[in-house]
């Protein structure tokens, strides 16, 4: 099964879960908030997660991808939330160490250097590892997040994930004063 048909198959029947959400007022959190230094990871990090991302999810001609649903921008706020553990942003970070000397070891180069089956040849391998498994299942959980939460909390971008699985948002999405991290 194509990975795209995979996450429109299983993320579909998630979506039904959110009939009870309806129209609120337009938010979208202050992203120029985030302090990248409060995640642990620097700007070589970011960019290697960016582009691991990108080849999880690459935009096509009528399906958003990881940029489309701001899915990097997304991961930088939840790891600068001061309520997450530590734990959690270390381990993003030795993923993308360990993906960057898995790269370096197998290919002499970096990730961005590879090509799309390069890429695939790597994650696949970097996948048979447990830490490595670990890693990209929590980097998929966080896409699917950025894609199909409620654009009031910033992924999801004009709902772009939910037109693009044809889902109609239910009543009542919450209002800007009733998220859940406010609550």
């Known amino acids: 099964m194509k990975r795209r048909h995979f996450?429109?198959?299983g993320m579909g029947g998630l979506l039904l879960g959110n009939a009870g959400l309806a129209v609120a007022k337009a938010w979208v959190p202050d992203f120029s908030a985030i302090r990248l230094e409060a995640t642990g990871l620097d700007a070589?990090?970011?960019?290697l997660i960016a582009e691991v991302q990108e080849h999880l999810l690459p935009a096509e001609k009528h399906a958003p991808?990881?940029?489309?649903?701001?899915?990097?921008?997304?991961?930088q706020w939840v790891l600068s939330d001061p309520s997450v553990e530590t734990s959690?942003?270390?381990f993003f970070r030795r993923g993308a160490d360990d993906l960057a000397a898995l790269c370096q070891k197998e290919w002499?180069?970096?990730f961005s250097a590879l090509s799309p089956d390069e890429k695939e040849e790597l994650l696949r391998k970097f996948e048979t590892r447990p830490d490595g498994h670990d890693w990209l299942r929590e980097l998929l959980n966080y896409l699917m997040e950025a894609m199909l939460s409620d654009p009031v909390y910033g992924g999801n971008p004009d709902q772009i994930g939910w037109k693009w699985l044809e889902h109609k948002p239910g009543y009542k999405r919450p209002p800007a004063d009733k998220r859940y991290f406010l609550l």
């Open 7 to 9: 996450l429109r198959w």
């Open 44 to 47: 070589g990090h970011w960019t």
């Open 65 to 75: 991808g990881a940029k489309q649903v701001n899915a990097l921008v997304w991961l």
């Open 88 to 90: 959690t942003r270390r």
């Open 108 to 110: 002499q180069k970096n």
